[in-house]
């Protein structure tokens, strides 16, 4: 009996359709696919509804629970907090930053990200952040670094969702300062014609980008662009890694029916 679930899943729903966000670009964007940024913009999940794949009650339930886990974070650093939740804009991209730090009485711009545990494992092989989070943080900083007299480090601080684990991992603004105006300059133009940028390119190795969907054994398959049907380019490869997943579960079944059998003694 799930009812306790169901309960929760019809309270996330409800509220997420009335947060639903703008659909604006913003600096929590700036690492986005241009193409998925443009379709977001102009409101394609309205327009071609039958296209759209909206999130699950899950994936909105792991967004909620990773705000608290950030909550929690915020709750307990309040010593060393100058400022937080600051509004921010430039070149006429908005967005808020989430803290100002007091690092030795130094002002360091820092963001929350919760993530999962595979997550965090892949993170003590890399020597610097996600790159989009460094964007983000990079546009935050191209709009506060003078009212805050900010350091030209930012800081991204992951929070593991199970075990409260926290790594901090720093990066240089002047790294992403080109990158950050380079992608404003290609949002800019998108904006003027009514044609749809290109999705993103395969992966020197070939892959797909993990920001279309991901494809494993042990996680099946998980869609991270909900307007990947309206990409000729990668989705007929979402479905068939969909088929994949679906046959792969069908024998997993089909094997654990025999096993069943089998331990039972009826075979």
């Known amino acids: 009996m799930a ?57 909105e339930r792991v967004f909620a629970a990773g705000y608290l886990f950030e909550r929690f974070c915020v709750d307990n650093t309040k010593d060393i907090t100058v400022a937080s939740q600051i509004p921010c804009e430039y070149r006429g991209i908005k967005g808020t930053a989430d803290v100002v730090l007091d690092d030795a009485g130094k002002n360091v711009l820092g963001d929350w990200k919760s993530v999962h545990s595979d997550k965090f494992g892949y993170l003590s092989k890399e020597a610097k952040p996600d790159e989009s989070y460094a964007m983000q943080i990079t546009g935050y900083y191209l709009s506060l670094k003078d009212k805050y007299k900010l350091e030209d480090k930012g800081l991204v601080i992951y929070v593991e969702k199970n075990s409260i684990l926290i790594k901090e991992m720093g990066f240089e603004f002047k790294d992403y300062i080109g990158k950050v105006n380079a992608k404003i300059d290609l949002y800019e133009r998108a904006c003027e014609v009514d044609t749809l940028p290109d999705g993103l390119p395969l992966s020197e190795e070939g892959k797909i980008p993990w920001q279309c ?14 307007y990947i049907r309206h990409c000729e380019k990668y989705n007929t490869e979402y479905l068939k890694a969909m088929e994949e997943e679906k046959k792969m579960k069908s024998e997993k079944a089909e094997k654990k029916a025999k096993a069943d059998k089998k331990k039972g003694g009826l075979i």
């Open 213 to 226: 969907f991901s494809n494993g054994a042990k996680n099946g398959c998980r869609l991270w662009c909900s």
């Open 3 to 59: 009812w306790i679930e169901n309960i929760i899943d019809r309270s996330i729903m409800a509220k997420a359709k009335a947060n639903k966000r703008s659909g604006k670009f913003s600096f929590s964007k700036l690492g986005h696919c241009l193409r998925q940024i443009m379709m977001e913009e102009r409101k394609y999940d309205e327009l071609y509804p039958d296209k759209f794949i909206p999130n699950t009650p899950q994936q």
